[in-house]
């Protein structure tokens, strides 16, 4: 029948992203972080999206969540760091300037904060200040960040880095990351998320 037809390729379609977010698989769902007030504020599709991004991090520990503008990737992600923060995992969000208080205001205690009692902690610095090793970034000091102690990183606007160029004169923003952030200290998942991952180019793609 037509409509049979018409499941079975739907299945065949999705079976894969079907199979990320089976209950089943997901690592330590006893954390509890579906009780959490972020998970209660997701769509479906946000949920969904959660746990097929938290089984890509830890098969992969990578993935990129290019939903478009408008479709909600800072509440998912904030779920993501719900869960991977009830594991006692220490999280870094880094972000454009302008878009610092789209993340302070998530773990800060302020009244406007729809999910406070979630109590968040993850850090925030601004994706410029991979290239500083003093002053402030977003209230840190960036002479005593512990960049090689975080278990997960969150990287928004991540198009950013699509311009990467190797520079044989000095370590670029994109060599500190990889270098101080993820290849040193604990093992590092990385979340980015970019409603334009790709521009033009497929290097685009390739340098995030």
């Not at 991540?158 to 270098?179: G, P, Q, V």
Request: proline share 2%.
């Amino acid at each position: 029948a037509p409509e049979f037809i018409y499941f079975i390729t739907l299945y065949n379609i999705f079976k894969e992203f079907l199979d990320d977010i089976s209950e089943d698989i997901l690592p330590k769902e006893a954390t509890g972080f579906k009780k959490s007030k972020i998970w209660s504020k997701l769509y479906n599709f946000q949920q969904d999206a959660c746990l097929a991004i938290i089984n890509k991090l830890e098969k992969y520990n990578g993935c990129i969540l290019a939903d478009s503008v408008g479709l909600g990737k800072t509440f998912t992600a904030l779920s993501v760091i719900k869960y991977y923060e009830s594991r006692n995992n220490r999280v870094l969000v880094l972000c454009p300037k302008k878009l610092s208080n789209n993340w302070n205001i998530y773990k800060n205690n302020y009244k406007n904060n729809p999910i406070a009692e979630d109590r968040l902690r993850y850090d925030v610095l601004f994706h410029t200040d991979l290239n500083r090793t003093s002053g402030e970034s977003n209230g840190n000091d960036l002479a005593f960040i512990n960049w090689e102690n975080y278990d997960l990183v969150v990287i928004d606007e991540s198009h950013n880095f699509r311009n990467n160029s190797a520079r044989n004169d000095h370590e670029t923003r994109y060599d500190r990351l990889m270098n101080e952030v993820m290849k040193k200290g604990v093992k590092t998942k990385v979340l980015m998320l970019s409603a334009t991952p790709v521009n033009n180019k497929f290097t685009d793609l390739k340098n995030q």
